[in-house]
């Protein structure tokens, strides 16, 4: 079992930058794929970025390349997903998730979700 909780989300105007935070606990010693998916009203849930515990291996969504970054500390049980140059359409819900092997866009075949942190982004 693992346990997830994200934060970072806010308000902030299109160009600006925000940080998000997914602390993790419980049984992170497995070989999880960490990752990123956001929610925005009346759509489905989209992948966004996944890293691979161990080795640090990245994935991005067309939509977030060149622009967001995800990466992790092992010390802190913590990923981040940097988000710079944000635009209105990547006003959503961002939710942290996390599954055990390879690397999936589908969210669900995640098994672990943290509770969302909202981002907006206004023109």
């Known amino acids: 079992q693992v346990q997830l909780v994200d934060s970072g989300g806010g308000l902030v105007q299109a160009g600006d930058s925000l940080r998000l935070s997914c602390a993790a606990s419980?049984?992170?010693?497995?070989?999880?794929?960490m990752a990123w998916f956001r929610q925005a009203p009346g759509k489905e849930r989209e992948f966004v970025s996944a890293i691979t515990w161990t080795e640090g291996n990245t994935k991005y969504a067309d939509s977030a390349k060149g622009r967001f970054t995800i990466s992790r500390d092992n010390a802190k049980n913590t990923v981040y997903l940097q988000m710079n140059r944000l635009k209105p359409e990547d006003t959503a819900v961002y939710y942290c998730?996390?599954?055990?092997?390879?690397?999936?866009?589908?969210?669900?075949?995640?098994?672990?979700w943290g509770q969302g942190t909202q981002v907006t982004v206004s023109s």
């Open positions: 998730a996390a599954r055990e092997g390879f690397f999936y866009t589908t969210a669900t075949l995640y098994n672990y």
């Open positions: 419980g049984r992170t010693s497995r070989p999880y794929v």
